[in-house]
């Protein structure tokens, strides 16, 4: 479900296997869950079951599962084998069940809504890597501390949309996060500066010079 889980691969194949169950993504890995449930369906299969799994802070609603599932389901073409969700959503290995699904129905909500028309009206974005080696030095526990602190600020969608990425390239500084369209960057973002930095530029306007890298 969330981007954590991406970055925990082979654990989650570890799991899956035990199921002898395959593994699939919502967001930021491959495969997708829609290409899983195509190769399944090619492949013949008459009964999919998902279960979601979530090891990280900042992962959608577990509805979100059904609904992708449903978007698919409603898009395919051909036969179409049954699919049902696992209702509870698994946080540790132990919670991994494929016991009590229940059936999409095809009448779950779709991928559009009246409130994700339009571009937000965010001042800053907040660009938080989440490449391998970020991910390595902690910016995950980056990711938490900035969400959270920006929600102590009271910092809201009109204020910031932070989002995840791929490598931003200063490897060697990483955990790296960057502000736009202020143009600044910032390296060694550990939760204690994320905290700062979103306490003094994000809040107050003032960047944050102690972790600001050169351009």
Known sequence: MSVTDVDRRDDLRTWADEHAADLAFLQMGDPSLSRELTRLADEGATTITLAGVSLGPLAPGHSWLRRIAAHWWRERS?????????????????????????????????????????????????????????????????ARAVILGAMEAGLGDDDLLITHTGCQFPCNQAPVLSVQPDDVWYGNVEAAAARVIVRDHLADGRPVEAYRLPR
């Open 78 to 142: 051909g036969d179409r084998p049954e699919i049902q969700v696992v209702t509870r959503l698994a946080t540790t290995r132990d919670d991994l069940t494929f016991h009590d699904p229940r059936p999409i129905t095809g009448t779950e909500p779709g991928l559009t809504s009246p409130a994700w028309e339009r571009v937000p009206d965010h001042v800053r974005q907040v660009l938080i890597c989440r490449g391998p080696r970020c991910t390595a030095k902690g910016s995950e526990e980056t």
